[in-house]
């Protein structure tokens, strides 16, 4: 007897349980946007949140759909077969990618749902698309806050590898998709983009710890071999096309919330940032890269770029001249004194230390400050030494009227003109600044 009554409580608790589950309340919007926020870089995850439910969805859909040609070319799988060229740079110790056509296939699928959201006449007319085709449920050039130009231009080329004639995945034969046209519709129809960035320096990733797929790596891998003159003008020819087709004030649109800006390739920028100071004024990130052979022209627009906007927070540079850092830092001083929190010189040439040192005293709200392999001449470093120049000379106070009350973070690398580490100027440098700071002298006790 007793333990039939066992049972039947036993079978009483599982039926209870089951009512439970099935009444049960759903989790309220505001956790579940926490959770899906807590998952926001994670696209296979994002993915599975889109699936529960509509509240689920709902709360996930414009995550999703902030960056997706970042999530495209972002891949954890590791591919073992490491070319030699990748193990030059420390990027590509470990290459990730999935195979070609899984990517392919997902960058058609991307591109047509773009597609099929506006129908454009010019895209029916040449069969990229059909007129009467179903449209898509939501506009996600609503959610569109995140594009990388060079991650579109490769969809495009994925979307034309996969429907090519000889495809055995093509049926209809349809026109080859034209980057042209399709940054000019990206353009006409995206009203919230934060983020624009060219970015071949993969600046990006980085900042999500995720890893390129390693198709993108590959083709920066072949940048630096033997073919820098196409992709010098593919480079180039992404950056036309942004200009000619922005010209027109009913796209100006495209640039209105813009509030990071990252261009990293090597070519020539002097027309975008002048484009670029005339229309955004709300940059709080820029990242660049200086192009050597035309540094005049490049330098000046950049510092035209600089000066006009209202509240610069973080400016990252590589490669600047020796000749014109000390212009880019005038500009800093006299335009963003107030705003700037980060500053961040990269492979950097400097003659004279106490001259940076001159600009960093109006800085003084500066939270990160790093000199990453900054260059300077050993020769010249040991002529200053001797002949008490720059900041070797130790009757003078090189740290008067330097102050940086803010400043948690100092990073101080230099290497010399054979790319080898200058530790004794680094040290020297890292001094003077440190004795400057108190929160990394308190962080440091």
């Known amino acids: 007897m007793m333990l039939l009554n066992f049972f039947k409580e036993k079978k009483k608790k599982e039926q209870t349980k089951k009512v439970d589950i099935r009444y049960s309340k759903p989790l309220p919007p505001e956790i579940v946007r926490l959770i899906v926020l807590y998952l926001k870089n994670d696209k296979k995850s994002l993915?599975?949140?889109?699936?529960?439910?509509?509240?689920?969805?709902?709360?996930?859909?414009?995550?999703?759909?902030?960056?997706?040609?970042?999530?495209?070319?972002?891949?954890?799988?590791?591919?073992?077969?490491?070319?030699?060229?990748?193990?030059?740079?420390?990027?590509?110790?470990?290459?990730?990618?999935?195979?070609?056509?899984?990517?392919?296939?997902?960058?058609?699928?991307?591109?047509?749902?773009?597609?099929?959201?506006?129908?454009?006449?010019?895209?029916?007319?040449?069969?990229?698309?059909?007129?009467?085709?179903?449209?898509?449920?939501?506009?996600?050039?609503?959610?569109?806050?995140?594009?990388?130009?060079?991650?579109?231009?490769?969809?495009?080329?994925?979307?034309?590898?996969?429907?090519?004639?000889?495809?055995?995945?093509?049926?209809?034969?349809?026109?080859?998709?034209?980057?042209?046209?399709?940054?000019?519709?990206?353009?006409?129809?995206?009203?919230?983009?934060?983020?624009?960035?060219?970015?071949?320096e993969f600046i990006l990733y980085e900042f999500n710890n995720k890893n390129p797929c390693s198709f993108l790596i590959d083709v920066k891998v072949s940048k630096y071999d033997n073919n820098n003159e196409y992709f010098s003008y593919r480079d180039n020819y992404i950056l036309k096309l942004l200009i000619k087709e922005s010209k027109s004030i009913q796209f100006f649109q495209f640039f209105d919330n813009l509030t990071e800006l990252i261009l990293t390739i090597k070519?020539?920028?002097?027309?975008?940032?002048?484009?670029?100071?005339?229309?955004?004024?709300?940059?709080?990130?820029?990242?660049?890269?200086?192009?050597?052979?035309?540094?005049?022209?490049?330098?000046?627009?950049?510092?035209?770029?600089?000066?006009?906007?209202?509240?610069?927070?973080?400016?990252?540079?590589?490669?600047?001249?020796?000749?014109?850092?000390?212009?880019?830092?005038?500009?800093?001083?006299?335009?963003?004194?107030?705003?700037?929190?980060?500053?961040?010189?990269?492979?950097?040439?400097?003659?004279?230390?106490?001259?940076?040192?001159?600009?960093?005293?109006y800085l003084q709200n500066l939270q990160e400050l790093r000199f990453n392999n900054c260059m300077c001449r050993r020769n010249l470093f040991f002529d200053n030494e001797y002949n008490k120049k720059d900041i070797f000379d130790e009757e003078k106070n090189y740290e008067e009227g330097l102050w940086l009350p803010n400043l948690k973070y100092l990073q101080v690398n230099f290497i010399d003109e054979n790319e080898e580490e200058f530790n004794e100027l680094s040290f020297i440098l890292s001094s003077i600044l440190t004795r400057c700071s108190p929160l990394i002298i308190s962080n440091n006790i």
């Open 47 to 200: 993915h599975s949140c889109l699936l529960v439910s509509r509240n689920w969805c709902r709360e996930t859909v414009d995550l999703l759909w902030k960056q997706p040609f970042h999530f495209l070319y972002t891949c954890n799988k590791i591919n073992s077969s490491v070319t030699s060229q990748s193990r030059k740079s420390k990027l590509y110790n470990q290459q990730y990618c999935c195979s070609n056509e899984k990517r392919q296939y997902q960058a058609t699928n991307l591109l047509m749902t773009y597609l099929l959201i506006k129908h454009d006449k010019e895209f029916i007319e040449e069969g990229i698309i059909k007129a009467e085709s179903e449209r898509i449920t939501f506009n996600y050039f609503e959610f569109l806050f995140v594009l990388d130009l060079h991650e579109l231009y490769y969809a495009v080329k994925d979307w034309n590898r996969w429907n090519m004639p000889i495809s055995k995945f093509n049926i209809d034969n349809p026109l080859p998709l034209k980057f042209e046209s399709i940054i000019r519709y990206f353009i006409m129809n995206t009203s919230k983009l934060q983020v624009l960035s060219l970015d071949t």
């Open 267 to 361: 070519e020539n920028k002097c027309e975008i940032f002048l484009f670029l100071s005339q229309i955004c004024h709300n940059i709080q990130k820029l990242i660049t890269k200086t192009d050597n052979r035309n540094s005049t022209c490049e330098s000046n627009s950049l510092i035209s770029l600089i000066r006009t906007q209202h509240n610069l927070v973080h400016f990252e540079i590589f490669d600047v001249p020796e000749m014109y850092i000390n212009e880019i830092l005038e500009s800093l001083k006299y335009s963003q004194h107030n705003s700037l929190r980060t500053l961040i010189l990269n492979n950097v040439r400097i003659i004279y230390n106490s001259t940076i040192l001159s600009y960093l005293k």
